[in-house]
């Protein structure tokens, strides 16, 4: 089973609650897992409401006044003491490590000295624990999302009154596809950036599926567009492994070498799905650099106009390519220093390849003080299990 959540007017985490809730999973099942965590004085309601005509589902998580500032480990500590499945607190733990690491960029401290306001709070860890619960529940694999649309003005925080988005949302998004309205109020909040941003596995169009159910998850506010969340499940359609791609290049042989680094960086947060530099001889014997961006065909004016102004060149080659891809699928394994996601490569449903993914290797190898290359094979091996 896969998902899309279309995220025309946003997303928070009572949105995606009530989306899954809409979609099908009871209630009564939800409040059951979010029982095991150590929380005490909280109620999730669900109720049917409607928003600019269109009916969905308002689910809230009411609590009493709080005032507790938890940092990161705080609430690593609360999830780790819930009986819950590895598919549910490995990425539930992750949409908090995130949120740390943005607030630390944000604030200009390190992730240990960081303590958590808002997304701290009770209703704000049950949120996002109770995101992860249902999404297992259901069945669902694998989830995509559209482009998320940030809104404008201003929120008041505990930290004083903020430009919308807010700045942890914006670190959540680097990378992500996002555009600026329709509204002035805050349509992505940093709980839903930090669910939507750890779940998909990509962000666009609605990949082909056999529509199966479909669930609005309503915001509190009311606003001038429906303020919903359209959750859709269903399975794969059968997709080609063959796609058509463009492929901008260019000869450079007057820049500065230290700045192909962040060209590239630049280039991969617009969305180029590769980005690889050749070392070339050009006229002269001048020695150069061939740039190559691999890139969806609406993308080019997007990154040609990237090169142009990052780059020292004055022209760029377009051609259309083939790529071949083999089908691929995510899937997190769990190894004796924690848990490492694993991209699962397959032709003709054979597995032939395993890779898993850097960052987690990385992560706990510092943590846990080990080679990298050890947590590696050991994510690798649990994955051919």
């Known amino acids: 089973m896969i998902a899309y959540l279309d995220c025309f007017s946003g997303i928070s985490g009572d949105m995606v609650l009530g989306a899954l809730v809409d979609a099908g999973l009871a209630i009564q099942d939800l409040r059951a897992d979010l029982a095991k965590l150590p929380l005490s004085s909280y109620e999730v309601t669900a109720e049917r409401v409607t928003k600019g005509g269109i009916a969905g589902t308002l689910v809230e998580v009411k609590t009493g006044r709080e005032h507790a500032h938890r940092g990161l480990e705080d609430i690593l500590e609360i999830i780790g003491k ?8 490995g990425p539930a733990r992750r949409a908090f490590e995130r949120l740390a690491e943005a607030e630390a960029s944000v604030h200009g401290r390190s992730v240990e000295e960081i303590h958590f306001h808002e997304v701290g709070a009770v209703d704000a860890i049950v949120d996002i624990v109770g995101a992860f619960c249902g999404l297992h529940r259901l069945g669902i694999e694998e989830v995509y999302a559209s482009p998320l649309p940030l809104g404008g003005g201003w929120v008041d925080t505990a930290h004083g009154r903020l430009p919308v988005p807010a700045p942890a949302t914006v670190e959540l998004l680097r990378g992500v596809p996002s555009y600026g309205g329709p509204v002035e109020a805050e349509l992505v909040t940093p709980t839903g950036a930090a669910i ?5 596995e990509a962000f666009g169009p609605m ?3 056999t529509i199966r159910a479909i669930g609005w998850g309503a915001g509190k506010r009311d606003l001038s567009h429906p303020n919903l ?15 058509q791609l463009s492929l901008i290049e260019t000869n450079v042989d007057n820049m500065n070498p230290e700045l192909f680094g962040h060209v590239m960086e630049v280039l991969f947060e617009a969305g180029a799905l590769d980005v690889y530099y050749t070392p070339i001889v050009m006229k002269k014997s001048r020695p150069a650099t061939l740039v190559s961006v691999l890139a969806e065909p609406p993308l080019v004016d997007t990154l040609s106009e990237i090169l142009f102004r990052e780059t020292t060149t004055l022209g760029l080659r377009v ?3 083939s790529r071949r891809c083999l089908e691929r699928e995510w899937r997190e394994v769990e190894t004796e220093w924690g848990p490492v996601r694993v991209k699962i490569g397959r032709l003709n449903g054979e597995v032939v390849n395993i890779a898993p993914e850097y960052e987690d290797c990385s992560r706990l190898a510092k943590e846990k003080g080990v080679p990298a290359k050890v947590v590696w094979e050991a994510a690798r091996e649990a994955a051919g299990e």
């Open 319 to 321: 051609a259309e390519v």
């Open 82 to 89: 819930a009986d819950l499945p590895a598919e549910v607190s």
């Open 207 to 209: 990949p082909p599926m």
């Open 229 to 243: 969340l359209r959750l859709f499940l269903g399975e794969p359609a059968v997709r080609p492994l063959e796609q």
């Open 196 to 200: 939507v941003t750890t779940a998909a």
